[in-house]
C-alpha cells in the first residue's frame, strides 16, 4: 500500500471558503470556522473535509443566527469624523469651557444639555454631568497645564506680591504675575 499523503489548506481553499481561517502556523491543515467558531483538521480529505463541515448542524445554525442578527459594528459610529461631528464635539467642548470659566455645577449640565437640545434643534448634542466632567478633566486641563508650564518656561520675569493688610504672624495669599517681556539684546 502506499503511503497517505495530508492534504493542506492552500491559498486557493481560502479564496473558495473565506470564513474558514488557518489556526497554527507551523502546520497547514488544522483550521478554524469563523461562522461557528469550529475547529476541525483538513488533513484527511482537504476540500471534502470542508463541505462535510458546512453540512453540520452546528455550522447551519450559526449560519442561520448570523444572517438573522446584526453586528455589534451596526451600533457604532464610525471613527472617521466628518464635519458635522467635528462641528458637534466643538460645540460640547465649547460648552464645557464655558462651565469651568463660570464656575457652573457638572449636575447643572444635564439641564443645560437639555434646553440647548430643544432651543438649537440640535438632536445629537449630549454634553451632561459626566460627559462635561470627561472633556475637563482628560481634555481642557492637560491642554491647559501644558500651556502654563510652557508659558513658565518662556517667562523672563515673575513677580510676587505679598500682602499682609499690617497683621503680623498672618497667612497671606500670595499673588504671582508671569511676564514673557522681550529680553533685551
Known amino acids: 500500500m502506499a ?8 491559498d486557493k481553499l481560502q479564496n473558495e471558503f473565506p470564513f474558514i481561517k488557518k489556526v497554527k502556523t507551523d502546520n497547514n491543515f488544522d483550521v478554524q470556522c469563523t461562522v461557528c467558531l469550529s ?3 483538513v488533513s484527511h480529505g ?3 473535509d470542508i463541505t462535510y463541515h458546512m453540512k453540520s448542524n452546528k455550522h447551519k445554525i450559526a449560519q442561520k443566527a448570523a444572517l438573522t442578527s446584526g453586528k455589534v459594528n451596526n451600533f457604532f459610529t464610525p471613527l472617521k469624523a466628518n464635519d458635522e461631528s467635528l462641528k458637534l464635539a466643538a460645540k460640547e467642548i465649547t460648552l464645557a469651557f464655558h462651565t469651568v470659566m463660570h464656575n457652573h455645577s457638572f449636575n447643572s449640565m444635564t439641564c443645560t444639555a437639555d434646553l440647548i437640545r430643544l432651543l438649537f434643534n440640535e438632536k ?3 454634553c451632561a454631568k459626566t460627559k462635561t466632567r470627561d472633556l475637563i478633566v482628560n481634555i481642557l486641563a492637560p491642554f491647559a497645564m501644558e500651556n502654563t508650564i510652557e508659558g513658565l518656561k518662556k517667562a523672563n ?3 510676587g ?3 499682609g493688610g499690617g497683621r503680623v504672624c498672618t497667612r497671606t495669599p500670595c499673588n504671582f504675575g508671569v511676564h514673557n517681556w522681550p529680553r533685551p539684546h
Not at 503511503?3 to 492552500?10: A, E, G
Open 3 to 10: 503511503p497517505k499523503r495530508l492534504c493542506s489548506f492552500t
Open 39 to 41: 475547529t476541525f483538521s
Open 46 to 48: 482537504g476540500k471534502t
Open 124 to 126: 445629537k448634542f449630549t
Open 157 to 159: 520675569y515673575i513677580r
Open 161 to 163: 506680591a505679598i500682602w
